[in-house]
């Protein structure tokens, strides 16, 4: 006697009500998946990655762990479409994500944030580290050719680095408007490196009381070591 399926509202064996069920679930996922995925690249999309940074930065609020952001965009690259043409342009985007994509944890986001520009969501991310995960990302980009039909081409990237501790005011979109800053600063002191706030500049700009000040500057004292300016 055949086995009657417990979840089967026709309680019989094989159940195409079931198996139908399945099968939207599974056609409702795809399609989620596309809507916060960028086509080109494959990394998630400017809609997903302004959901997700705002979601990490309450988790931050929450929980005191620090999210890092870094905001990405490739130098000269209107000289490559220019140049070799918007297919090339379009590999040289490809490449880039995969190599940002290849520099990351499983728990961090890299997104494509438009044009040549992307961004990275780094949950649970101190300063120090978050400049280590960006000056990796920057020395993987600079050190890998795109190669094309015999022609091979370097690109560059410039980084800007934010951190969100939990005592900045402001939403997601004033945390990209400070990565972006620090990212055409990079731009203007000749491309191909990394900039993030003195520690300083950060904790003065937090409206925070003079201890909480104080106990920042001795959880980023370990990285007094690096350069705040360009990496």
Same mark, same amino acid.
């Given at each position: 006697?055949?086995? &009657?399926?417990?979840?089967?509202? !026709? ?5 195409? &009500? ?22 080109? #690249? ?5 809609? @997903?990655? /302004? ?19 870094? /905001?990405?965009? !490739?130098? @000269?690259?209107?000289? *490559? ?9 379009? %590999? ?8 940002? %994509? ?18 990275? &969501? ?17 020395? !993987?980009?600079?050190? #890998? ?10 690109? #560059? ?24 800053? @620090?990212?055409? +600063?990079? %731009? ?10 003195? *520690?300083?500049? %950060?904790?003065?700009?937090?409206? *925070?009381?003079?201890?909480? +000040? ?16 360009? @990496?």
């Amino acid at each position: 006697m055949p086995q &009657i399926s417990p979840s089967c509202p !026709l309680q019989e064996a094989s159940c195409d &009500i079931i198996t139908e069920l399945v099968g939207l679930r599974e056609q409702v996922s795809e399609l989620s998946e596309l809507v916060h995925t960028d086509t080109l #690249t494959g990394l998630s999309n400017f809609r @997903y990655f /302004m959901q997700a940074l705002e979601q990490e930065m309450e988790r931050t609020r929450r929980t005191g762990h620090a999210t890092g952001l870094i /905001m990405v965009d !490739l130098d @000269y690259f209107k000289k *490559v479409n220019d140049e070799w043409g918007h297919d090339v342009g379009n %590999k040289a985007l490809i490449l880039a994500s995969s190599l940002i %994509k290849a520099s990351v944890r499983k728990m961090d986001a890299p997104c494509r944030y438009g044009g040549e520009e992307f961004a990275i &969501i780094l949950p649970s991310t101190d300063r120090q580290h978050s400049i280590l995960v960006a000056e990796r990302a920057r020395e !993987l980009i600079a050190s #890998t050719p795109l190669e094309f039909d015999g022609n091979e081409i370097m690109l #560059t990237a410039s980084f800007g680095v934010d951190i969100f501790t939990g005592v900045e005011r402001g939403c997601a979109e004033e945390m990209v408007k400070r990565a972006d800053g @620090y990212l055409y +600063k990079a %731009k203007e002191s000749g491309r191909n490196r990394v900039c993030i706030a003195p *520690v300083e500049e %950060k904790i003065d700009n937090s409206s *925070v009381n003079q201890d909480e +000040k104080d106990a920042l500057f001795g959880l980023f004292g370990r990285a007094s070591n690096l350069s705040d300016s360009s @990496y």
